[in-house]
Structures are given as structure tokens and as C-alpha cells.
């Protein structure tokens, strides 16, 4: 029962501090689940955060659920897996609801209108900052290998990490078209 708590906790935490989306919540997700409670293993959470993108949804909801049944399957098998996942899901989903209420109502309201406005203007920055900390995060020997393991795997995976932002981000090109490309590439390649 403790466990399950935990991983309320856990995912309330993620969800109430996660600002800026399921890119920025990953840092705070892998935090909890991989640093902190040792649930997954970094290569684990790797896999995780992959599927989680595949899967139709926001992958910082996918990775809790998948997070969640990783953590409770062997302590309590299939049926504690299943309801820690409900667990978690409903932890990181909450603190979102309660959030957007709370903005609803301030929002509503023409006197707290600029003190949302400066709220906003301070939390904008934050954004990319957790962001890239979430990049940095993945970015270990257990994803990118390294240089003393396998130099050519290390150098393939650094190729297709830059050609992804390049092709996003100067020539357009769709992020799922460009995730299609890197795992042929890789496949090729390695």
C-alpha cells in the first residue's frame, strides 16, 4: 500500500511542477522514477520514454503509466500494475486539473488579469531550460553509447541526434517523418 502512495506522490509532484508540457516533465519524471525510487533503470526509462512517444496521447502520460506498471508489476503483479498505474495516472493528471481551475477562475477575474500576465511572463522562460534538461538527461552512455565503448556508435548516434534538430528546426521537416528516417538510418548504420 505504501508503494502505491509513493507513486501517487511521485506523479503528483511530476504533474505539479511539470510546467511546460511532456518534454519539460520528463527531467522531473526520470528524476522520480529512475533517480530517486530506483523503478527503472535509466536504460528502462530510455525504452519508456521511446515508447511513450510511439503511443498516441502525451508521452509525459504514457511514461507515467508505463512507469508506474514497470514499478508495481513485480511487487504486486498484474492486477497491482494495473491499479498503480490508475494511481499514478490520476497523481499526475490532478495537479494539471486543479492548476487549470485555479487559472480558470484567476483568469476570469480583470483585477488579477495583469498578476496572471506577469506570472506568465516569468514562467515563459522557464521553458526551454527544462526542456534542454531533459535532452541532457537522455543524453548517456546507456543512449548514445560512448566514445571508450564504441566510437562508431557514439558517432552515429551523435549524427542522427544533430540531423533530427537541424531537419526540425531549419528545414521543416515533420518530427514523425524525421523519427522514421534516424531509425532507418540507424538501423543501416549500426
Not at 49 to 54: D, E, T
Not at 57 to 63: C, D, I, Q, S, V
Not at 175 to 186: D, E, H, K, N, Q
Request: glycine share 8%.
Amino acid at each position: 500500500m505504501l508503494l502505491f502512495l509513493l507513486i501517487f506522490l511521485s506523479f503528483a509532484q511530476v504533474g505539479i511542477f511539470g510546467l511546460g508540457g511532456d518534454v519539460s516533465a520528463q527531467a522531473f519524471l526520470e528524476h522520480e522514477v529512475v533517480t530517486l525510487h530506483h523503478w527503472l533503470t535509466p536504460q528502462q526509462f530510455a525504452d519508456v520514454m521511446a515508447f511513450s512517444r510511439a503511443l498516441p496521447g502525451g508521452t509525459g502520460l504514457n511514461a507515467s503509466t508505463l512507469s508506474a506498471y514497470t514499478a508495481a508489476h513485480a511487487a504486486w503483479g498484474l492486477q497491482g500494475a494495473v491499479c498503480a498505474t490508475l494511481v499514478g495516472t490520476a497523481g499526475l493528471v490532478m495537479p494539471s486539473m486543479a492548476w487549470t481551475a485555479a487559472l480558470r477562475k484567476i483568469q476570469l477575474t480583470e483585477s488579477t488579469r495583469s498578476l496572471y500576465n506577469c506570472v506568465m511572463v516569468l514562467l515563459r522562460p522557464l521553458t526551454p531550460g527544462l526542456m534542454a534538461a531533459a535532452a541532457i538527461l537522455l543524453m548517456k552512455a546507456d543512449n548514445f553509447s560512448s566514445w571508450e565503448t564504441s566510437p562508431w556508435q557514439f558517432g552515429v548516434s551523435i549524427f542522427l541526434f544533430v540531423a533530427t534538430v537541424v531537419g526540425v528546426s531549419f528545414y521543416r521537416i515533420n518530427a514523425v517523418f524525421m523519427v522514421f528516417l534516424c531509425g532507418i538510418a540507424g538501423w543501416l548504420l549500426l
